[in-house]
């Protein structure tokens, strides 16, 4: 599952991602919660155009839903995809990146819930495999909305959680949002569980449980040892 992330490096955010100019602003957040808006990445509307960056309620809402149930639908599970309606019809044909450097997992120990950041150990952004809809009632604007879409964990994550955020390798962030319609073992190569090598975990503040929570003493070690 992923219920928290963050997007705390903006320098250099459009040229890693290769984002044509957009008005959508990126600003370090340390505290991403279900139901705010977050950046996401999509194919420009032209093949070869550069991609395009816009901003969507994080939770999706299908299309065909009479009323939308806002924030709902946060996750999707990989495995499933192709079979769930809810699911299905983005997975064949919205496909998005959800930039992020960071999320937030929990133990239990003592009664207590205790936070963990997990991020790449060189700090860098990464993108989250997402897919996204868009729900219109007569009369209004477009609502779009997205969801992240989760796997295996990796040995980093286990401890954790049984899932994890599909983090997408680089290399595969265009065959993701941009490839024609898939089978069920092509979304098993590309959602695999992020190089456990790659990924650091280490204990934060219990500041973050509070979902108004914000700034970068969030991500600020305060355990002794960092797990790998």
């Known amino acids: 599952m992923c219920g928290r992330f963050t997007i705390t490096v903006t320098i250099g955010f459009c040229k890693r991602f290769g984002i044509a100019e957009s008005s959508v602003t990126i600003e370090p957040r340390y505290n991403i919660t279900p139901s705010q808006q977050v950046p996401v990445i ?31 639908f946060i996750n999707a599970r990989a495995e499933n995809l192709l079979e769930k309606k809810f699911f299905r019809d983005a997975a064949l044909h919205r496909r ?5 450097t960071g999320f937030y997992e929990w133990k239990h120990e003592g009664g207590k819930k205790i936070p963990y950041y997990i991020r790449r150990k060189d700090g860098a952004l990464f993108a989250f495999a997402g897919i996204y809809e868009g729900w219109q009632a007569p009369g209004q604007d477009m609502m779009l909305t997205c969801a ?25 962030e265009d065959t993701w949002i941009s490839a024609p319609a898939w089978q069920p073992a092509d979304l098993g190569s590309l959602l695999a569980p992020y190089p456990s090598r790659l990924l650091e975990a280490y204990q934060v503040s219990p500041a973050v449980n509070s979902a108004s929570a914000d700034g970068p003493d969030l991500i600020k070690s305060v355990g002794q040892e960092t797990l790998f």
């Open 42 to 72: 999509i194919p420009g509307h032209e093949e070869g155009s550069p991609r395009l960056l816009t901003s969507m309620g994080w939770g999706l809402v299908p299309s065909w839903i009479k009323e939308p149930e806002f924030g709902h």
């Open 96 to 100: 998005c990146l959800i930039p992020a």
């Open 148 to 172: 992240i879409i989760t796997t295996e964990p990796d040995s980093v994550v286990a401890p954790f959680h049984n899932r994890m955020p599909a983090i997408l390798e680089e290399t595969v």
